[in-house]
């Protein structure tokens, strides 16, 4: 991969990280037009030998540039508002799961299903196959159908931990003693890989995320044969 594709972000697996990377195009490209106007503004200041020993204000030019970046702020904050509520709003969930964070691994409950909970540890390096990937492979992964609308209950058993999918523009705090929602779609089959983002100990950097997306008939096949 190259250095340039490195600095973007990672490829989305749903709609809602679809329009986060939409809304951030849109957003540098904004500030790109103003860090261009403003510098070619800077250099012809430093540069031209025009001046005006009777000019004291100019009516116009301020009326310009006190309305026009609350224009450009609106085109920011409108998109922005609308992905906040896209982000917040529950849709009709196929499954409702519940993750808790401890340290320095997580718990998954199936609440949809009669006695289905498991615990994800990190796989040490002595057990990795040689397609894991060291500090990220788990020894059971959430596995979920793929185009199903996901219900996520994330809380903690002793300190604050953070659940995130990069792939799927899901980050959401697991606190002690509160239960907090999030909803998500997948929208293609894989593997996708995340770590807890809070820091919660000496370990926090071995308590990976690993979902699998099958199809739902699969996903089906592997409630039956599992549990």
């Known amino acids: 991969m190259s250095t340039w594709a490195n600095l973007g972000l990672q490829n989305s697996t749903s709609p809602l990280m679809e329009q986060l990377i939409f809304f951030h195009d ?18 012809m200041l430093f540069f031209n030998n025009y001046i005006n020993r009777y000019l004291l204000h100019g009516q116009t030019i301020e009326i310009i540039w006190t309305i026009l970046p609350a224009i450009i702020l609106l085109f920011i ?17 196929l499954i409702t799961l519940k993750t808790i964070g401890h340290q320095w691994y997580w718990s998954y409950e199936y609440s949809d299903f009669m006695n289905i909970e498991f615990d994800s540890y990190m ?17 059971n992964r959430m596995t979920i159908p793929m185009n199903s609308q996901i219900r996520m209950l994330v809380t903690a058993a002793d300190v604050i931990h953070s659940w995130t999918i990069p792939n799927l523009g899901v980050k959401v ?4 003693g509160r239960l907090n929602q999030i909803n998500f779609l997948i929208n293609r089959p894989g593997v996708f890989y995340g770590q807890c983002s809070e820091i919660c100990g000496a370990n926090h950097s071995f308590m990976p995320i690993v979902i699998e997306s ?8 592997w409630i039956s044969n599992n549990f």
């Open 77 to 93: 904050a409108f998109p922005s508002l609308r992905l906040l509520y896209l982000m917040d709003e529950i849709n009709t969930p």
């Open 26 to 43: 849109h957003s540098m490209l904004i500030l790109t037009m103003i860090t261009a106007l403003v510098g070619y503004l800077m250099i």
């Open 123 to 139: 796989m040490p390096s002595n057990d990795l196959m040689m397609n894991s990937f060291r500090l990220l492979d788990v020894d």
């Open 214 to 221: 099958i199809p739902i008939n699969y996903f089906i096949k």
């Open 173 to 176: 705090d697991g606190t002690p």
